[in-house]
Each structure stands twice: as structure tokens, then as C-alpha cells.
């Protein structure tokens, strides 16, 4: 089993930063690709900012040029450092690791979620 567990959430000021970060803990053979998904209120999860293994990295229109996606495949952590907050990136932000076991089979896991609020 993998858990995933994320920090760094709160609230900010628009203009504003946080720096949120992930986790991941348990028995696998590897993690593969890491994430960062959003969803905010009677809104569905949406993709925010992915990195490979190989530190290739993905993100949404959203957070290009705001947040930057970054990982420590030594000790299997992600961080995503968000500038420039604005109030429509309040929603509740969760980690994604997609890990592979002693199988070879791949799982997708999500951390718990950390709140981010972005209000003056």
C-alpha cells in the first residue's frame, strides 16, 4: 500500500504564495509519473501540474508562468510552489503518484487533500 500525504495549504493573500508539498511512503518498486490536481467547489478535479520520473513536466494554461512543479525521486516527494495567487485558484489541491509494485502493475494514488484559499 502507498500513502500520499500533502502539506503546505492555507490561506494567502491574492498576489500571494504557497508552497505545497507531497509525500509518498509504503511498499512499491517505483514511482512513475507525480501530480498535482485542484477542485474547487461544484467544480470537477482538474489537472494542475504533472512531472516524470525524468523530471518532464506538464502543466495546465492556468498555471503556466504561476507554479512551479518540481520532485526528489530520492526521497519520493513532489512540491508545487504557486506565485501570483489569485482567488480562482481557491480549491481544495491534491497529490497524484502513479506507482508501480513488485508486480509490475501500475496504481494510481491520491493524497488526502490540503485546503488552499486565496481571499483578501
Known amino acids: 500500500q502507498v500513502q500520499l500525504v500533502e502539506s503546505g495549504g492555507g490561506l494567502v493573500q491574492p498576489g500571494g504564495s504557497l508552497r505545497l508539498s507531497c509525500a509518498a511512503s509504503g511498499t512499491f518498486r517505483s514511482i512513475m509519473a507525480m501530480g498535482w490536481y485542484r477542485q474547487a467547489p461544484g467544480k470537477q478535479r482538474e489537472l494542475v501540474a504533472t512531472i516524470t520520473t525524468a523530471k518532464s513536466t506538464n502543466y495546465a494554461d492556468s498555471a503556466k508562468g504561476r507554479f512551479i512543479i518540481s520532485r526528489d525521486n530520492t526521497k519520493n516527494t513532489v512540491n508545487l510552489q504557486m506565485s501570483s495567487l489569485k482567488p480562482e485558484d481557491t480549491a481544495v489541491y491534491y497529490c497524484?503518484?502513479?506507482?508501480?509494485?513488485?508486480?509490475?502493475?501500475?496504481?494510481?494514488?491520491w493524497g488526502q487533500g490540503t485546503q488552499v484559499t486565496v481571499s483578501s
Open positions: 497524484n503518484a502513479q506507482v508501480l509494485n513488485y508486480t509490475l502493475r501500475r496504481n494510481d494514488y
